[in-house]
């Protein structure tokens, strides 16, 4: 949620089922014009020793799509509030935890090693945040995991803490990579990972030690800006002549914060790096919030989205998917 509360001006260092018919004609609203893959979508919260592990995977099994409270989960309420004070009225808020969402909530996964693709989440966020994407790649074929964000239990209130805290998520994605191969058919040979903002750090240390990584997406992420290069490089897993995966970075030059500096992307050793720059986005379209602003124009007003902004946003997501089948077998 860190990157809603950045476009609503918040400044931190930190219901009934509904019938599914089958893919690629049931998308739901919240997905505007984003088509599903072949596949239908299971989504399971695993509960693990080192902490939560979120699931989306492919499935040939129907039933009852999921709605976005549902991801939300006990921050509900927290959410609600918050959205009131920022001038959203209570039948908005109510649609937008009521909306339904693709996946359904634990049928069998099919008997099938699909590739493997962790996401990363963002400063402060969970799983709601990406859970369109994340539906998304699974309903073509990849088997999808991420963690909640470690902001949530120590604030981001330094930047000396960022390698800390990016190493501390790196080590969440990996320790997830064994909770999902026992628990389904994955291919765990060929990994992606797609992070959002701040966890785009994560992502790029998972890749530094872990040769299994084959492709890296970063969503407006912190690793295209010169914000806290220095502590990343002091992570211990931070390795300067790593040979890395291609590396697909989406930027967009709107949010002062996120201002553009490619200096650190440039002096990795990637088999490709490809700077692509997005038109009509904030730093908050490169979330769930980004296709919400399509259906609620309140929301849209509130995270300056434009009538140019869902066409991008749907464009990001079929380019990381695209961009993960290339390099994911």
Do not use: K
Not at 25 to 40: I, R, V
């Amino acid at each position: 949620m860190n990157a809603l509360l950045l476009a609503l001006g918040v400044f931190v260092s930190t219901a009934p089922a509904v019938p599914r018919t089958s893919p690629q004609n049931d998308a739901p609203p919240l997905w505007g014009d984003l088509l599903p893959g072949p596949y239908h979508v299971g989504y399971a919260r695993l509960e693990t020793p080192r902490g939560v592990v979120h699931s989306w995977y492919p499935t040939s099994a129907g039933g009852s799509h999921l709605r976005f409270r549902d991801y939300v989960g006990e921050a509900s309420d927290q959410l609600a509030s918050f959205l009131a004070q920022n001038g959203l009225g209570t039948s908005t808020i109510d649609s937008l935890l009521a909306s339904p969402l693709y996946a359904a909530s634990s049928p069998r996964p099919l008997d099938r090693a699909f590739p493997l693709v962790l996401v990363a989440q963002g400063n402060g966020e969970d799983a709601a945040d990406q859970a369109v994407l994340c539906e998304y790649l699974a309903s073509q074929g990849f088997v999808v995991a991420s963690t909640p964000s470690p902001m949530l239990h120590t604030p981001l209130e330094r930047e000396d803490q960022v390698g800390a805290l990016a190493e501390a998520q790196a080590s969440d994605l990996a320790a997830a990579i064994a909770v999902l191969a026992a628990r389904q058919p994955v291919d765990t040979l060929h990994i992606g990972i797609v992070g959002h903002s701040f966890g785009a750090r994560a992502a790029l240390l998972l890749a530094m030690r872990d040769p299994r990584v084959r492709a890296v997406v970063s969503l407006d992420g912190g690793i295209g800006t010169a914000t806290a290069v220095e502590p990343l490089r002091r992570a211990p897993s931070f390795r300067a002549d790593a040979s890395l995966p291609p590396l697909l970075h989406f930027y967009e030059e709107l949010d002062a914060f996120m201002t553009p500096d490619f200096t650190l992307l440039r002096s990795l050793h990637c088999a490709d790096l490809v700077l692509t720059r997005v038109d009509e986005m904030h730093h908050v379209h490169f979330t769930t919030y980004g296709f919400a602003s399509a259906v609620f124009p309140s929301l849209a007003e509130v995270t300056h989205a434009t009538s140019g902004t869902p066409g991008s946003v749907r464009d990001v997501a079929e380019r990381t998917a695209t961009f993960l089948r290339r390099h994911l077998p």
